[in-house]
Protein backbone atom coordinates (compact mmCIF):
# COMPACT_ATOMS: atom_id res chain seq x y z
CA UNK A 1 0.00 0.00 0.00
CA UNK A 2 1.11 3.69 -0.56
CA UNK A 3 2.47 5.67 2.55
CA UNK A 4 4.34 7.75 3.92
CA UNK A 5 7.02 7.78 6.24
CA UNK A 6 8.07 10.79 8.87
CA UNK A 7 11.26 9.96 10.51
CA UNK A 8 10.86 11.99 13.38
CA UNK A 9 7.76 12.11 15.51
CA UNK A 10 9.09 15.09 17.85
CA UNK A 11 12.02 17.43 17.50
CA UNK A 12 13.19 19.88 20.02
CA UNK A 13 15.34 22.87 18.92
CA UNK A 14 16.54 26.32 20.07
CA UNK A 15 16.35 29.22 18.13
CA UNK A 16 19.12 29.88 14.92
CA UNK A 17 19.76 25.94 15.31
CA UNK A 18 18.98 24.15 11.69
CA UNK A 19 16.32 21.93 11.01
CA UNK A 20 15.78 18.95 8.54
CA UNK A 21 12.67 17.10 8.85
CA UNK A 22 12.85 13.41 6.91
CA UNK A 23 10.02 12.05 4.99
CA UNK A 24 10.42 8.88 2.83
CA UNK A 25 7.29 7.67 0.46
CA UNK A 26 6.31 4.19 -1.15
CA UNK A 27 5.30 4.80 -4.52
CA UNK A 28 7.31 3.75 -7.50
CA UNK A 29 5.09 6.15 -10.14
CA UNK A 30 5.23 9.91 -10.57
CA UNK A 31 4.24 11.94 -7.56
CA UNK A 32 3.30 15.34 -6.48
CA UNK A 33 4.85 15.99 -3.22
CA UNK A 34 3.80 18.30 -0.23
CA UNK A 35 4.33 19.65 3.31
CA UNK A 36 1.90 21.32 5.16
CA UNK A 37 2.25 23.02 8.41
CA UNK A 38 -0.20 23.56 11.28
CA UNK A 39 0.72 26.22 13.89
CA UNK A 40 -0.82 25.95 17.41
CA UNK A 41 -4.57 26.47 17.12
CA UNK A 42 -4.79 26.92 13.38
CA UNK A 43 -5.98 25.17 10.30
CA UNK A 44 -3.26 23.01 7.77
CA UNK A 45 -1.28 25.33 5.39
CA UNK A 46 0.35 24.61 2.53
CA UNK A 47 4.54 25.38 2.99
CA UNK A 48 6.11 24.13 0.07
CA UNK A 49 4.92 21.94 -3.13
CA UNK A 50 7.08 20.01 -5.84
CA UNK A 51 5.42 18.83 -9.10
CA UNK A 52 8.33 18.73 -11.77
CA UNK A 53 11.58 20.57 -12.52
CA UNK A 54 13.92 21.76 -9.93
CA UNK A 55 14.28 18.96 -7.53
CA UNK A 56 15.35 21.92 -4.85
CA UNK A 57 11.54 23.84 -3.77
CA UNK A 58 11.58 26.86 -1.66
CA UNK A 59 8.66 27.77 0.30
CA UNK A 60 7.33 30.52 2.62
CA UNK A 61 8.90 31.63 5.43
CA UNK A 62 12.41 30.42 4.49
CA UNK A 63 11.87 26.97 4.06
CA UNK A 64 13.14 24.65 1.45
CA UNK A 65 12.76 20.61 0.49
CA UNK A 66 14.77 18.79 -1.88
CA UNK A 67 13.37 16.14 -3.81
CA UNK A 68 16.08 12.87 -4.51
CA UNK A 69 13.64 10.43 -6.85
CA UNK A 70 16.43 7.36 -6.40
CA UNK A 71 15.56 7.74 -2.10
CA UNK A 72 11.82 8.13 -2.30
CA UNK A 73 12.55 11.62 -0.21
CA UNK A 74 11.49 14.69 0.02
CA UNK A 75 13.52 16.22 3.29
CA UNK A 76 11.92 19.95 4.39
CA UNK A 77 15.13 22.06 5.81
CA UNK A 78 15.65 25.45 7.38
CA UNK A 79 18.64 27.02 8.26
CA UNK A 80 17.76 28.71 10.69
CA UNK A 81 14.64 28.04 12.87
CA UNK A 82 12.90 31.04 14.89
CA UNK A 83 10.36 30.76 17.72
CA UNK A 84 7.34 31.19 15.44
CA UNK A 85 7.96 28.21 13.30
CA UNK A 86 6.83 26.03 16.24
CA UNK A 87 4.36 23.64 15.08
CA UNK A 88 3.36 20.55 13.34
CA UNK A 89 4.36 19.53 9.63
CA UNK A 90 3.40 17.23 7.78
CA UNK A 91 4.83 15.92 4.57
CA UNK A 92 2.32 14.41 1.71
CA UNK A 93 2.06 12.97 -1.93
CA UNK A 94 -0.43 12.64 -4.62
CA UNK A 95 0.17 9.35 -6.34
CA UNK A 96 -0.68 10.03 -10.09
CA UNK A 97 -3.70 7.17 -10.43
CA UNK A 98 -6.59 7.98 -12.33
CA UNK A 99 -6.36 11.61 -12.32
CA UNK A 100 -7.92 12.44 -9.00
CA UNK A 101 -5.13 14.23 -6.36
CA UNK A 102 -5.60 12.21 -3.85
CA UNK A 103 -3.71 12.81 -0.46
CA UNK A 104 -1.51 10.74 0.96
CA UNK A 105 0.39 12.40 4.48
CA UNK A 106 2.72 11.27 7.30
CA UNK A 107 1.59 11.35 10.76
CA UNK A 108 3.51 14.73 10.83
CA UNK A 109 6.26 16.16 13.07
CA UNK A 110 5.93 17.84 15.98
CA UNK A 111 8.60 21.27 16.28
CA UNK A 112 8.98 23.03 19.66
CA UNK A 113 11.82 25.62 18.92
CA UNK A 114 12.67 27.17 22.19
CA UNK A 115 14.13 30.81 22.80
CA UNK B 1 -10.69 34.87 -0.93
CA UNK B 2 -12.34 33.54 2.49
CA UNK B 3 -11.17 29.96 2.86
CA UNK B 4 -12.44 26.77 3.58
CA UNK B 5 -15.39 27.62 6.60
CA UNK B 6 -16.72 24.30 8.25
CA UNK B 7 -18.85 24.07 11.31
CA UNK B 8 -19.23 23.24 13.98
CA UNK B 9 -15.71 23.87 15.23
CA UNK B 10 -16.37 20.93 18.21
CA UNK B 11 -18.73 18.62 19.03
CA UNK B 12 -19.06 16.07 21.86
CA UNK B 13 -21.74 13.65 22.15
CA UNK B 14 -22.07 9.77 22.83
CA UNK B 15 -21.88 6.65 21.88
CA UNK B 16 -24.75 5.14 19.68
CA UNK B 17 -25.58 9.31 19.20
CA UNK B 18 -25.59 10.46 15.92
CA UNK B 19 -23.66 13.73 14.11
CA UNK B 20 -23.48 15.94 11.28
CA UNK B 21 -20.63 18.32 10.24
CA UNK B 22 -20.98 21.15 7.42
CA UNK B 23 -18.14 22.30 4.71
CA UNK B 24 -18.50 25.11 2.40
CA UNK B 25 -15.48 25.10 0.12
CA UNK B 26 -13.67 28.22 -1.71
CA UNK B 27 -15.43 29.19 -4.35
CA UNK B 28 -15.10 27.73 -8.05
CA UNK B 29 -13.49 24.72 -6.38
CA UNK B 30 -14.59 21.87 -8.14
CA UNK B 31 -13.12 18.87 -5.67
CA UNK B 32 -14.26 18.49 -2.47
CA UNK B 33 -12.54 16.13 0.55
CA UNK B 34 -13.13 15.10 4.24
CA UNK B 35 -10.17 13.67 6.05
CA UNK B 36 -10.35 12.02 9.37
CA UNK B 37 -7.40 13.24 11.41
CA UNK B 38 -7.05 11.10 14.61
CA UNK B 39 -4.78 12.34 17.53
CA UNK B 40 -1.23 11.49 16.78
CA UNK B 41 -1.72 10.39 13.45
CA UNK B 42 -1.60 12.09 10.00
CA UNK B 43 -5.17 12.83 7.85
CA UNK B 44 -6.67 9.89 6.56
CA UNK B 45 -8.79 10.98 3.40
CA UNK B 46 -12.66 9.25 3.63
CA UNK B 47 -14.45 10.99 0.68
CA UNK B 48 -13.82 13.00 -2.39
CA UNK B 49 -16.37 14.91 -4.64
CA UNK B 50 -15.56 15.88 -7.90
CA UNK B 51 -18.30 18.15 -8.26
CA UNK B 52 -21.30 16.46 -6.64
CA UNK B 53 -20.33 13.15 -7.70
CA UNK B 54 -18.51 10.94 -5.37
CA UNK B 55 -14.62 9.65 -6.93
CA UNK B 56 -13.35 7.71 -3.86
CA UNK B 57 -14.99 6.90 -0.93
CA UNK B 58 -13.13 3.88 -0.58
CA UNK B 59 -12.15 4.47 3.10
CA UNK B 60 -15.22 5.61 4.50
CA UNK B 61 -16.89 3.10 6.63
CA UNK B 62 -20.22 2.80 4.74
CA UNK B 63 -22.38 1.26 7.49
CA UNK B 64 -22.25 4.66 10.34
CA UNK B 65 -20.34 7.35 7.79
CA UNK B 66 -22.26 9.01 4.97
CA UNK B 67 -21.51 12.16 2.68
CA UNK B 68 -23.54 14.05 0.60
CA UNK B 69 -22.46 17.29 -1.57
CA UNK B 70 -25.61 18.86 -3.33
CA UNK B 71 -25.41 21.06 -6.36
CA UNK B 72 -21.80 20.77 -6.29
CA UNK B 73 -20.96 23.23 -3.35
CA UNK B 74 -21.39 23.01 0.33
CA UNK B 75 -21.25 19.11 2.09
CA UNK B 76 -22.18 17.39 5.11
CA UNK B 77 -20.70 14.44 6.60
CA UNK B 78 -22.99 12.45 8.97
CA UNK B 79 -21.81 9.58 11.38
CA UNK B 80 -24.50 7.41 12.78
CA UNK B 81 -24.29 5.97 15.23
CA UNK B 82 -20.87 7.10 16.68
CA UNK B 83 -18.47 4.52 18.07
CA UNK B 84 -15.47 6.16 20.53
CA UNK B 85 -13.25 5.37 18.04
CA UNK B 86 -14.62 7.76 15.94
CA UNK B 87 -13.03 10.71 18.36
CA UNK B 88 -11.10 12.74 16.13
CA UNK B 89 -10.71 15.93 13.63
CA UNK B 90 -13.01 16.09 10.58
CA UNK B 91 -11.25 18.34 7.73
CA UNK B 92 -12.81 19.30 4.91
CA UNK B 93 -10.56 20.73 1.89
CA UNK B 94 -11.06 21.54 -1.54
CA UNK B 95 -9.29 22.39 -4.18
CA UNK B 96 -9.26 23.94 -8.10
CA UNK B 97 -6.17 22.43 -9.27
CA UNK B 98 -3.00 20.13 -7.67
CA UNK B 99 -3.52 22.23 -4.23
CA UNK B 100 -5.58 21.42 -2.02
CA UNK B 101 -6.86 23.78 0.69
CA UNK B 102 -7.75 22.37 4.54
CA UNK B 103 -10.82 24.30 6.59
CA UNK B 104 -9.89 24.89 10.76
CA UNK B 105 -11.67 21.08 11.02
CA UNK B 106 -14.37 19.86 13.87
CA UNK B 107 -12.92 18.66 16.71
CA UNK B 108 -15.42 15.35 17.63
CA UNK B 109 -15.06 13.90 21.23
CA UNK B 110 -17.34 10.58 21.77
CA UNK B 111 -17.83 9.64 25.13
Known amino acids: AQSVSQHNHHVILSEAASLELGCNYSYGGTVNLFWYVQYPGQHLQLLLKYFSGDPLVKGIKGFEAEFIKSKFSFNLRKPSVQWSDTAEYFCAVTPFSGGYNKLIFGAGTRLAVHP | EAGVAQSPRYKIIEKRQSVAFWCNPI?????LYWYQQILGQGPKLLIQFQNNGVVDDSQLPKDRFSAERLKGVDSTLKIQPAKLEDSAVYLCASSGGDTQYFGPGTRLTVL
Open chain 2, 27 to 31: SGHAT
